[in-house]
């Protein structure tokens, strides 16, 4: 994975034209880590290649995509990738090898915590979503209501409903998310 994710960053540094002290002025990482990385013979902490993705201008997620090698229909608990990150907060684990076969979408997302005097903006959309919240507390905004929900409560409603989430609470919120339909259905 360091292998994939170093030539990814080299790919995307030399297609912007930019050196590796360019690239290391604008993330604060030394030029022999950074060289080190490209080859693949170091690995990197989150937050630094967060660093790294807003120097070369793309989603971190970027630099997960693309490694289930596995297209059976069963996926380890030991086999599970992280697929997108979204704000450092929402970190998206997709439930299905087959991305772009299926009408639905099942993900896992963990919500980290964060400030109850942040704004949250709910929005709406095509299709339905399902939700099963695992552990912690999830705040669920629906239609200008807002409920708390906690683990094996669920809700399934129509994503034409203005609708978001939140974590309000100290700890980690996971929840089963299914989604329709799938956006990355080919």
Same mark, same amino acid.
């Given at each position: 994975m360091n292998k994939d994710i170093g030539s990814k960053i080299k790919e995307l540094r030399t297609r912007k034209k930019m050196t590796l002290k360019d690239l290391s002025e604008k993330t604060g /990482?030394?030029?022999?880590?950074?060289?080190?990385?490209?080859?693949?013979?170091?690995?990197?902490?989150?937050?630094?290649?967060?660093?790294? &993705?807003? &120097? =070369?201008?793309v989603d971190l997620s970027y630099f997960f995509g693309g490694y289930t090698k596995? #297209?059976? %229909?069963? *996926?380890?608990?030991?086999?599970?990738e992280v697929f997108?990150?979204?704000?450092? #907060?929402?970190?998206?684990? $997709?439930l299905t090898n087959n991305?772009?076969?299926?009408? *639905?979408?099942? #993900?896992l997302i963990e919500l980290l915590p964060i400030n109850c005097d942040e704004d949250i903006s709910p929005y709406a959309h095509e299709g339905e979503e399902f =939700?099963?919240?695992?552990?912690?507390?999830?705040? /669920?905004?629906?239609? !200008?209501?807002?409920f708390e929900l906690f683990p094996g409560d669920s809700a399934h409603y129509s994503s034409a409903m =203005? $609708? !978001?989430?939140? !974590?309000?609470?100290?700890? /980690?919120? #996971? /929840?089963? =998310? &299914? %989604? &329709?339909p799938n956006p990355f259905k080919e």
């Open positions: /990482l030394s030029t022999g880590f950074l060289s080190q990385l490209e080859r693949g013979l170091t690995s990197i902490a989150t937050d630094s290649l967060e660093k790294i &993705a807003e &120097a =070369v201008e596995n #297209r059976s %229909s069963i *996926i380890r608990s030991y086999e599970k997108q990150i979204i704000n450092g #907060r929402f970190i998206h684990y $997709h991305t772009g076969e299926n009408s *639905i979408l099942p #993900r =939700v099963y919240v695992l552990e912690g507390t999830l705040t /669920l905004f629906l239609n !200008n209501e807002q =203005v $609708h !978001n989430w939140a !974590n309000y609470t100290n700890k /980690l919120v #996971r /929840l089963i =998310v &299914a %989604s &329709a």
